[in-house]
Every structure is written in structure tokens, then in C-alpha cells.
């Protein structure tokens, strides 16, 4: 079940302002860290100079996630709103095997070549672009600050502690670099989601608890498919345990994601949807419903909400799983399947899903038919670290509570430069979305508090040059 | 000529002294930063825990460069004299591609096979064995402190700044990580081979310069051959163009040599040599030789000294080249055709050998010819930094100023916890070697400098559990 819910978390919004750049390529090796494959290839990447001083102006550098680029240059309004005051150069790099930034064109993804889909070749791809946007210079003339929201985030923090000639500084919003195995509880990431609902209401919370039974129990007779379907709006009719499970699979999914995207202000996400959707969805759910039909008509509300709050939704396609959404980010199953390996499970007891341990050998065959590859669980870990973050600098980690993934978040301060910043009222990376007149105080206090740690990092850079 | 020049340089002591440890073996995979490979390989190393406290105490951890690892446990006394004092456990690793640590045996240095030789895999072995080491844990036990001389040196400091959460503090010793290109004047290395020996008198080193057109004007005529073959004791005689030249980049290399390991004390080195040879060879050398076959008679004993001084050899095989000596370090050729790219150059003025200036295109075709690669004089600059060190920590550069390796050493302090220790009379990474009654006292404050760093980042790391 789980690793499409990374993708849905990263399949962000696609926000109304329209932010002007240039689309550019550059070329990078295949394998950065070896030299048996010589193959290059380009990736893209996207720049806006408008208010860049060219002098020494900083270069504000977002860390490309699992998707096309530009869907993260379109809602990451805070570095857009930002640049002006810094005089600074944007630069939005598209992850390797995402987007157009293909080594094998559409073959990229096959088992034969989808091998240099690493964090670390990334990472490499986009030291060499910077330092070619320093011209290759010993002595670099522009700051540089990493910004990355989710997996975006991790990578920002990341590029930060691998490559400090590099980076001066990172932004890592929403990064769960502690979700890695024996890093956190299993289960904490859906107690996250359970606890919004929770906090809309008990019964909102419990109803939905309720509802999985309902829905196996209803969904056995033959005779009730096609009311569902109906009620539903769903385009396929439920006809077997497989459909059952899709569909139940879609709604934990979507649980997440209202957890997930629980913004103070309507947004076009995924799913465009209202402003504090959670609560939006709670409506319907707001006291004890004990009548199954009455709770799977309510839930059909939920669905509604969640598929079609723009009316333009034909019908519930819940058999696409993680292809649900336009962000083509199919190659993060892979990346789950090898080194971002993130258990996630619920016991039904503290969250209001069906009980689902996590399974390593289970998990680890499933990767291995799908793609021919066995998980590394310890991999991310000693490649980045865990616990050992004071040796890093100049890294801000920020979470928002509403955040389901704040349970792989770093929430305190390492020292005097790797610092937390917690937003009680935040949903996922809420701070380097675009302002908004609703925005809560604490976000406003995030994004200040990034800007000061941002001219601090400057004014560092500058004083060593 | 010059790729040999580093392997020369890490041939180093066969002291006397035998340490005694384990062998192990332990499985890395071929490719730490991809999944399209699968292969794994062993690696050895060497461990020692007759002092080890495995409650907590450290692991003492050095990073083998390019040579059979034993040659490297058995010459950095160091580490073994201090252990008791820590508490400490020895660990020596073999670097991949050196030594029994082959991927693919025999074959291992084949064109198809030799593209996974490069720093960043090493290191990555090196992580993994220190993950396995501290039993996978989450919460590390035991501090680990990392050791290394010249490229091991490199790889130690690298090791800090990469992998700070495995890696406590390193001692990286002759570390020539500013000799990429336009980091270091490319002849500063041969001026302080020059200056080894016009410290010793004025006269030794314009000799040594008279010499190589005396050499080249002696060996154009057929009838000198015999004469030059019994006078050196070479084994081929000079025969023709290629001769000549085998014979001045083996003489260069000599000078060199001679230059990194002049050590206060007698050595059992790639070559036996005396305390002091460069004072030793100067003797011949100190009046201005005017007379040709006067000069080439005092060259010959240089040679015999340098060749000879244990009274075992047959004859001097000048047209070894870089296999000279018995360390197996073949594949350094192949990493300075890739990522070491250091460049060397002479002038004839500032030193005293031959103009020989840096030709970076005839390099790289060199390169290509021999292995199919092109060198990327960017990629170690990009990957571990130049200048700007300052983001690292708990570091200390050790340089002796009688090695021509300096011309690429960090000399000066960074920072508070990235220190330099400049070792007046020192020669390549003496500060190592075994202790003796003959170390300049320069040495003595050097090693006492790291044994107190050492205590400190022990302590930093227990207060951080």
C-alpha cells in the first residue's frame, strides 16, 4: 500500500500564480561515482534572473523531487516571493527519471536502466550544475541556498551536509529524514493523520474507523455493487476482493492526503479542494452514525469532496492508485525499493485504519518481482545519517504539525546552525507555499525566520570570500 | 612521468616492527550509488582488539589507500602506540582494486572492470564495514576516529566531511587535498624537492640540474653505453631515445623519493635507505662538478645509495617505472587518469629538473590510449571542495616541510575544530611512523597534538549519546 503515499504526499499543488522562467538542459554523467558507463544525458532545469545581482546576488536553488519540475517551481511561491529582497537568481533542478529529465528517454524506467535512479547520482547532478552556474570557479562569487520541500526537503538538507563548498545553506521543509527503519515508529505517521480528523471531531474520527468493516461487510453482496457505484460515483463497480482492496487502498489515500494538504486556503492541488478540507470532510461525519448505509452515503460525501470539489470529476477512478494525479512520478517505487525504504503501519488501535504491520520480507519480495531489486534498509542511514546531525550546519528542518510526515520530521534544534522550526497550524511544507491572507501566524513566523537564517548565511559566505 | 610519482610516494616504510592482527574479509557491493550492478566483492582488513575497551572505547580506523593494506598497518606505528592509551581498536581497510580486495580477481584492472575504482565507492566500503563494525546500531557505541597518510590522508579527512555521523575526527596526515587543478601552482612540489636539496648545499642541487644535459649529451654517442651500464650498474643499457628518457624519469623519480622519505632515522623503505638520505646523497655532490664523466661518476653514487644501500641489489632497473618498489599499486594510474587529477609541472628556473610543463590535452589522450577514460579535472574539486572548508569539523592536516606533498596541504587553521599542524623537519606523513629516538622535536609536538584532538572528540561524541 504504502509507497504510493509518498507520491500523493509530493503531488502538490498546482497553485494559481503563474511564475515566468527560462527552461534550460544540462548535461551530466549516467554514474557520477564510477567510470564504467560513460553515457550523459540532460536534465532540465529552470531559471528566472529578473532580480538577480549578478555581482554576488545569491542563487536560491530548489532540489528537484520525484516529479516533473515545474510542478514544484509553480507552488514553491515562498523563494519566487523572496527573490526580490535577496536580489537573488532562482534555479528549480528536475530530478534524474523524472520529468523530462530522462537518460534513456521512455526506456529510463525499464529494469535495464532505471539503476542510476539515486538520491546520491541527484545529488551529484546537481553539484555539477551549480558549479557550472559559478563558472566551474575555485572560488564560487554566489551564495548558494538550498530549498526542498518532502522528499525535496530531504535532499535540500542533504546537499547541504554532502556537499557544504556547494550549498551554504538549506531550507528543508517537511523533510522526514528520520523515516527510515529503527529511525521512528511504524505507526506514528497514521496516528498523524488519524489525530486531524480526531481533531475536527471524535465521532468524524471514529465513523471513518468504523466505516472499513461497513464496507467489507457491504461489499460481499453482489447485490449492493451497483448502489455504491451509484452513490459513489466510482467508475468501476466493486466485483471482487481486488476491487475491494483498491478501493480501500484509495480511501486511506485520501485520508492522507486531506491530512496531508489541510491548507488554510482553497487550493488546485491533485484535487483542487476547500480551505481546511479535513474539516470540510468532518461535516458529514460529525456524530455517531451506527446505520451502515446511512455511514457509506456519508462517505460517498467524503469521496465527492475529495474527487470533485471542482465539478468537473466524471467519476471516482479509484483502481489508479499511485498514477492517480499528473505528477509522473512513477520512479519513486523504485527509489522505495532500494534506498528510501520508510516503514509505515497501523495497528487500528491509535489510528482509525485497518490493522497493517509492516512487513519487511513481504515489502522486500514485492520490490524484488516488481523490479528485480531487494530493499537496502540500512542504506539512507549510513549514507546520511540519523541521529548525528551536530556535525552538520546551516540547515533549517521545518514541520508542520497537521503533517502526517512530521513523524520522520527533525522537530528540535541540533545546535546553534541546524535548527527546528515547528508550525503548530501547518500542513505539509505550508511555509514555502505562496502567502496568503489566511495564513497562520506561525507560518508567517517560518518564513521569517528562513529569510534571517538565509541573510545570516549569506553574510557568512561573503565574510570568507 | 608523473602518476608514478604519487605511488613512489606511498611505498612506503617496511619498518621493522611487526604488528600483529587479524585478517578479515568483509562483502561491500560493486556499486554503492546504483542498483544496476548487483555484484558484491570482499574487501580485507585488518583488526587488532588487545587494548579494545568494548564497552565504549574508539575505533581507531584507517583508511588504506592504493597498496596491499598490510604494508600500511605494518608502517603507521602511530596508531598502534597510542592504542593502549584509548583503549582503542585497530581497523586497517584495504581500498577496492588494491591488495586482495579485488571485484573481480585477476581481471579486476581490465578495461571493463576498473570503472568502479574511485574514492567515493572506497569511502562508501568504508562506511559499511564501520556500520557492521558498531553492529548496525542506530545509536553508534563506539567513537570512531579516522587515520590516514598522503592519498589515505585525503580519504581520511574526506571521510570526516562526508560521513561526520560515522566518522568522529580525522587525523590526515601529508594530505594533498589543494593539489587539483588551479587549486595549487602545478611546480610548487618540484621547488620543494629542490629546496630538500639545496638546503643541503647550494652546490648538490646546480649539480643535479648540470646533470640531465649531461646525461643527454653523454648518451648520444653509442660508445658511452657500455661505459654508463658498468658506472650505474644498470641493468639494460641506454641504448636509444626511450632509454634516455626511462633513465632521467627514473633519476627524477630518485629526487623525489629521496626528497618525501628523509626521515632522521635509517628505513627499510620500497628502498633501504639511511637517517637523512638527501644529506646523505648531497655529500657526493657538494663542490660545483664541472667535468662531465666527474659528474656522471658522482650520479652513479647517488644512484648506489638510492639503489643499493642494503648491498642486495643486482642492478638498477631504471626502466621499471611506476612498478618499481613492492607495493601493487597499479590502479593509482587509472584514478589519476579519472578523478586525482594533480597536475606537475617543472620550469628549469624554480627547480631542478627539466621544463616540463603541464599539458593537460596530452595528458587526457594519454589517459584515453591507456585506459579508455577521459580525466575530469573538475570532479574532486566538485565532489569534496576546495577553499572552503570552514563547513567541516574535527579535522587535523598535518604537513611536514621537507615534503613535496605540502605543495598541495591544508597549512594553515580553518577553523576552530579543522586545524593545521605545519611539522618544521618532517618528511612525507612522518608524524605516522613509528616513534624514534632521532624525531625532531617538531614531530613529537605534532603527534601530541593529535592524541589531545583525539581525546577531545571522544569526549564530544560520549556527551552527544
Redo the contacts between chains.
Sequence with gaps: MWPKILILTLVVALVKTEYKYETKYFKVPL????????ERFQIKYLVNDDYWNTQNGPIFFYTGNEGQIEVFAQHTGFMWEIAQEFNAKIVFAEHRYYGASMPFGNKSLDK?????L?S??AL?DY??LI?YLQD?S??PKYPVIAFGGSYGGMLAAYFR??????VTGAIAASAPIHMYP??APCDAYYRIVTSSFKVEGQSCKDNIKRSWKVIRDFTTSANNTAWLKAKWNLCDPVKNATDVQDLIDFLGSMYETLAMVNYPFPSDFLVPLPAYPVRVVCQYLNESITNSTLLLERIGKVLDVFTNYDKKSKCVDYKKGSDYGNLDASGWDYQAC?EMVMPMCTNGQHDMFEPNPWNFTKYSDDCHSKFG?YPQP?AA??????????????IVFSNGLLDPWTAGGILNTVSESVEAVVILDGAHHLDLMPSHPSDPPTVTFARSFHKQRIHKWIRQFRS?I
Design positions: 554514474d557520477h561515482f564510477g567510470y564504467q558507463r560513460s535495464e536502466h532505471i539503476g542510476y539515486t546520491s547520482q551529484a553539484a555539477d558549479d566551474h575555485i572560488k551536509m554532502k556537499y557544504p563548498h556547494i529503527g529511525m532500494t531489486v540500512d542511514r549510513i549514507t546520511y545519517g540519523g541521529d548525528r546531525l551536530a556535525a552538520a550546519s546551516n570568507r
